[in-house]
């Protein structure tokens, strides 16, 4: 059966900004409807000649309310306020007063509107249908009786009172907007992350599950791909173990003619091939370990690590070999999930090269987060920082030679970082505090009970 074609990441991301357009029009179209819509702010000239005839008259700008002002003498221009002599004669005939009894000064607008007179002439004014607006710095002022009344108005605010208004409309709009594109993330994510961990664990295991074919029409060609990948993987991993499974039982086969040969030799003779015999099946035996432990045995079940690392360590001084723990026994169950006995043999690995290399090996458990912390250490000389890499390369050894007594075929770390890897975990070789090596494993934690 074939899986429905699941909508590109393209499509995706040009519906979410259609929907979000949809939804900041919306919301801006409602807001114009439902706000008043901005006022002039400007104070016209009918309204400083209405407000000085009758000072208790509201002005059509009720956010401005133009108080007047009662003194003795006529004001003062201040500095960078002009005056017109055509402006003040259409002032004091609107006044019904002559133009010496009336004074307006007023800060020229230059923001670029209308501001020419019937003349042509540029005076700073702005003029709407043929009505003079200030809309900065104004003073006017008219004798009437006998005092002088007096309005001002204050320099253009920075933000206008429309212009407020607007910012808290696509504020709003842009808050609407946040949950939307939260959950087209966190949806879009979604699958991006799960093939991410499914990729992640086929590179760290060739017999994981399959990555699953679903979310976007890109991300389950890559999940095809991802698959057929791994299936080829498999293959050749297992037609190396069954070649290497048929070089070890072609060979066994010779050696053990060999050996059984020679048992009539002369000792100085079979000594030696019988010597030499022993060696080829050592190394025979650890290889098909190496290539068994890069890929987990049996089922994956919960291990407590503090169980099985007492259980090793208990095991080897029973045998009275140099091994203990570095502190208390931990009281802690540290739990993951794997195979028991690749893990074990990965701790058993560990625990021979701490004491065929340091002479003894001290073992410490403990959590970091999410993950557990086995530290395998020794009082040994220790490695150069530009070989500790290099430990973990098939074959390699510390001890140069391949005799079987100072040390094995140079498997053992290679197999313990394969488990290790297979575990989702890693393993890393560095200097102990006050002389030494040691060896950290790191492994994801399932559960950790006290």
């Known amino acids: 059966m074939t899986a429905r074609a699941g909508r590109s990441i393209l499509n995706q991301t040009f519906w979410l900004l259609v929907g979000a357009l949809i939804v900041i029009d919306a919301i801006s179209l409602t807001s114009f409807f439902m706000l008043p819509p901005p006022r002039q702010e400007g104070v016209s000239l009918t309204q400083i000649v209405e407000k000085l005839q009758n000072e208790n008259a509201r002005t059509r700008r009720s956010a401005l309310e133009l108080p007047v002002i ?21 002032f004091a005939a609107r006044l019904g007063v002559d133009a010496e009894d009336v004074r307006i000064y007023y800060r020229p607008d230059r923001s670029g509107s209308s501001r020419r007179n019937r003349e042509g002439r540029d005076d700073g004014i702005v003029r709407w249908r043929g009505e003079p607006y200030f809309y900065a710095r104004t003073i006017a002022a008219a004798r009437i ?47 991006i992350r799960a093939f991410a961990d499914a990729a992640d664990k086929v590179g760290r295991d060739a017999s994981a599950p399959m990555v699953g074919e679903d979310g976007p029409a890109e991300l389950r060609v890559a999940a095809r791909a991802v698959n057929a990948m791994q299936g080829r993987i498999a293959e050749q991993i297992s037609e190396r173990e069954a ?21 009539g030799a002369d000792d100085k003779l079979r000594e030696p091939i019988q010597h030499d015999i022993e060696q080829m099946k050592a190394m025979i035996t650890a290889t098909l370990s190496y290539v ?95 070989e500790v890499e290099g430990m973990f390369a098939p074959f390699a050894r510390k001890e140069r030679s391949r005799n079987r007594e100072t040390g094995g075929v140079g498997l053992g770390l290679a197999i313990a970082r394969a488990i290790a890897r297979d575990h989702g975990g890693e393993i890393s070789l560095g200097p102990r505090a006050g002389g030494g090596l040691e060896a950290v494993v790191t492994l994801p934690l399932v559960a950790a009970t006290v």
């Open 145 to 191: 009786g006998d005092d002088w009344r007096m309005v001002h108005t204050p320099d253009r605010p920075l933000i206008a009172a429309w212009q407020q208004r607007m910012a808290i409309v696509f504020l709003l709009a842009l808050v609407a907007l946040l949950p939307l594109a939260w959950l087209f993330a966190r949806q879009l994510v979604k699958p």
């Open 243 to 263: 070649m290497v499974a048929a070089i070890a039982h072609d060979l066994r086969t010779p050696l053990s003619r060999i050996a059984f040969r020679i048992e």
């Open 292 to 386: 068994r432990g890069t890929s987990q045995d049996g089922q994956a079940e919960p291990v407590d690590l503090t169980a099985l690392l007492s259980e090793i360590v208990a095991s080897e001084q029973h045998v009275d070999r140099p091994v203990s723990w570095t502190g208390d026994v931990p009281k802690t169950a540290y739990t993951i999930r794997g195979n028991r006995i690749a893990l074990g043999r990965m701790i058993q690995n560990l625990v021979d090269n701490a004491i065929a290399y340091g002479n003894q090996a001290n073992v410490a458990l403990d959590g970091r987060g999410a993950q557990a912390r086995i530290v395998i250490a020794d009082r040994g000389p220790g490695l150069p920082a530009d």
């Open 70 to 90: 009662h003194q003795a003498a006529p004001p003062k221009p201040e500095e960078g306020l002009a005056t017109d002599l055509r402006l003040t004669d259409d």
